[in-house]
């Protein structure tokens, strides 16, 4: 039965976020961490603090979808662990999908959520000694990678190229947002522009399509969790690399 099916792979990734925040725990307290953390951030056996708190803000709909409320806290911890906020608004849009259309909560409920959602995001900036560099940073990789794609706008740069791309085409307020001439950006941290600037209009469009499909088809087959996951995922990916970049 495909909805088995699909209840079983939930219960799995939901199993394996929690064993991976647990993980990111054994790390931060030094019990086991084989390699150094490059910044104070754990990420668990993904090889990178975005690609955890990626896979969390994934997991965490599947979890309160599932009804395995304590599993989706210890995910929600691991998330302010990453000190990642693409992450916190990510698993915010998945985990407020499920729970509007499931519960259909009061408003008071739903402003007193994303008050506490605010009040997570400042602290986890608070956190961030470098956060308003690596602000900065990303605007200037956005306005960047639309320039690159104005100059490529119907098959882009390459796949794979945005390095490239970058190195050639960036421009002096990279310097005085006080990046380094050795420094680069390796993607766009946003799936859509990623797209544009590595493949153009075409795969772009092609992209987005096959997101509306799928989000279409988990709509109408009603598997609001696996919506919410996925929807925490596109969130994701527009703020930050994911594990599955657009090349």
């Given at each position: ?125 608070a956190m961030r000694t470098d956060i308003l560099k690596a602000d900065k940073g990303r605007i200037i990789v956005y306005k960047t990678a639309l320039r690159i794609f104005c100059q490529h706008p119907w098959f882009g740069y390459g796949p794979d190229l945005f390095s490239d791309a970058f190195r050639k085409n960036r421009g002096e307020d ?74």
């Amino acid at each position: 039965d495909p909805a088995d099916s699909c209840e079983i792979l939930s219960r799995h990734v939901v199993i394996a976020a929690t064993l991976s925040t647990a993980w990111a725990l054994a790390q931060l307290s030094g019990l086991y961490a084989p390699y150094p953390l490059s910044d104070g951030r754990p990420y668990a056996g993904l090889g990178s603090t975005i690609y955890l708190a990626s896979f969390l803000a994934l997991a965490l709909p599947l979890a309160l979808a599932q009804g395995m409320f304590w599993h989706a806290g210890a995910m929600l911890i691991g998330i302010v662990l990453t000190e990642t906020r693409a992450g916190l608004i990510a698993a915010t849009i998945g985990c407020g999908y499920w729970w509007i259309v499931t519960c259909r909560p009061r408003r008071r409920y739903l402003l007193g959520a994303l008050a506490a959602v605010l009040l997570a995001g400042a602290g986890m900036t608070a956190m961030r000694t470098d956060i308003l560099k690596a602000d900065k940073g990303r605007i200037i990789v956005y306005k960047t990678a639309l320039r690159i794609f104005c100059q490529h706008p119907w098959f882009g740069y390459g796949p794979d190229l945005f390095s490239d791309a970058f190195r050639k085409n960036r421009g002096e307020d990279w310097y005085a947002a006080g990046f380094s001439k050795n420094s680069s950006q390796g993607t766009a941290h946003n799936d859509i522009l990623q797209a544009m600037v590595n493949s153009g209009i075409f795969w772009t469009a092609a992209y987005l399509l096959l997101c509306a499909s799928l989000g279409f088809f988990l709509f109408f087959s009603g598997r609001n969790g696996v919506l919410g996951a996925a929807l925490a995922l596109f969130t994701y990916a527009k703020l930050n690399e994911t594990a599955f970049p657009v090349k």
